[in-house]
């Protein structure tokens, strides 16, 4: 329908990134806001009182600032509270802007109740909410919404998510081509542009650097000793420069649950359907309950963590780095939790290992983690010292596991 989204979030995110957010959250503390809401939440509503008063852009904004808009459209997710208040914050603002919210639910997950027999309630729910929103757009707009160029961008979108599984799937090899450093900036087009061809055309250039890189035996350092997984979290936009300190250690990420695509297409079991809107509540569904079964056959065990044991396995992971942001609980709640579970279910990890006179024997091999604490946005939250001087503590405790199972053999 033409029209053009401007993500807050991401906003926010530049914002932290180019450490200028601060600016904007005392703005809104001083519109009696809390510093411990979501500080995505917390920059915006400071940049938009400040537009508002001055009839421009603040002076200096990051990348120029952050258009009006002409409509908000909000979508918790039953994952982000601030995704559906932020809006009604921001229109006492600009209270001429209209709101719409989709509500867009999936099953939690529970061990004696089965996706497949509450799934047809949830496609409903949200096959009515995507036409709820067509229809607050055509008012809008004024434009009657095109179902052959929806389904056009559907189609182009599924190939995408497709490629993009392909493309980071290419970071199993050793060297890691590609590292979670990296991963929080390609992430751009998957997040912000999903449906056109710059996000599948940039994929598809990606797919290909990195098969280059893969052919050159060309890895995220000369020296590869240790492959980390990003278990969890949201990055601090503004000290990105942390995965380069990891890197100096010899440590990389070739995987992370943040940002990134969970199967291709065909497997999250979709019918067959030609509807673009059914197609999208399917895509949805399968998406966050794709891990559902898999939790099921291991005692103890849940989706995220599931989650992580795939990673594990796959991209033959030495430990785990977590990130706990202090103003984003919903995304982060439960962190600490899937670390203690996966502790109970899968530590230590049965490998086996070629020993002397060249037979296999069976091996318990540790999984070391690490749990970073500050924001995303709130750099007065963050210490580099004390950042430093976890990852070193770390990389010590893989250096000794490593010698420990050297030892054994």
């Not at 004024?142 to 993009?164: A, H, P, Q």
């Not at 503004?238 to 995965?243: E, I, K, R």
Request: glycine share 6%; aromatic share 12%; with cysteine.
């Amino acid at each position: 329908m033409d029209v053009v989204p401007v993500w807050t979030e991401n906003y926010a995110g530049v914002c932290g990134a180019k450490r200028d957010a601060e600016r904007f959250l005392e703005r809104a503390e001083s519109q009696s806001f809390s510093r411990s809401l979501c500080t995505y939440a917390l920059c915006g509503l400071g940049f938009d009182q400040w537009r508002e008063e001055l009839g421009e852009m603040p002076p200096d904004a990051p990348w120029g600032g952050q258009a009006r808009p002409d409509m908000m459209l909000s979508s918790g997710q039953i994952l982000c509270d601030p995704r559906n208040k932020w809006y009604q914050a921001a229109q006492q603002y600009m209270p001429d802007v209209p709101i719409h919210n989709v509500d867009l639910p999936y099953p939690l997950y529970e061990d004696d109740i089965e996706v497949a027999d509450v799934q047809d309630y949830y496609i409903k729910h949200i096959i009515e909410e995507l036409r709820l929103l067509i229809k607050f757009l055509e008012k809008q707009t004024g434009k009657k919404m095109d179902y052959d160029r929806l389904s056009e961008f559907v189609d182009l979108g599924e190939r995408t998510w497709n490629l993009i599984w392909e493309t980071y799937e290419l970071r199993r090899a050793v060297p890691t081509p590609m590292g979670t450093g990296d991963a929080m900036n390609t992430m751009v087009p998957m997040v912000f542009m999903m449906g056109t061809q710059e996000a599948y055309d940039f994929y598809l250039d990606l797919n290909k650097e990195l098969k280059d890189k893969i052919a050159k035996k060309e890895g995220v350092v000369e020296d590869e000793k240790y492959r980390l997984l990003w278990g969890g979290g949201l990055p601090s936009w503004f000290a990105l420069t942390d995965f380069n300190y990891f890197n100096s250690k010899g440590a990389v990420f070739p995987v992370e649950t943040t940002y990134r695509m969970i199967e291709p297409i065909y497997r999250l079991n979709m019918p067959d359907t030609n509807d673009p809107i059914e197609r999208l509540a399917w895509r949805w569904l399968g998406y966050w309950t794709y891990w559902y079964d898999k939790a099921k056959k291991r005692p103890g065990s849940e989706p995220d963590v599931e989650r992580l044991i795939q990673y594990i396995e796959d991209y033959q992971i030495d430990g785990v780095v977590m990130h706990e942001a202090f103003s984003c609980r919903t995304w982060h709640l439960g962190l600490i939790w899937q670390l203690n579970q996966l502790r109970k279910i899968y530590k230590p990890i049965p490998v086996l290992i070629l020993g002397q006179g060249g037979k296999k024997k069976e091996e318990k091999r540790e999984l070391p983690s690490l749990i970073l604490e500050s924001d995303i946005i709130d750099i007065s939250t963050y210490s580099e010292v004390d950042t430093r001087n976890r990852i070193d503590a770390f990389i010590e405790t893989l250096e000794q596991v490593r010698k420990n199972k050297a030892n054994r053999r």
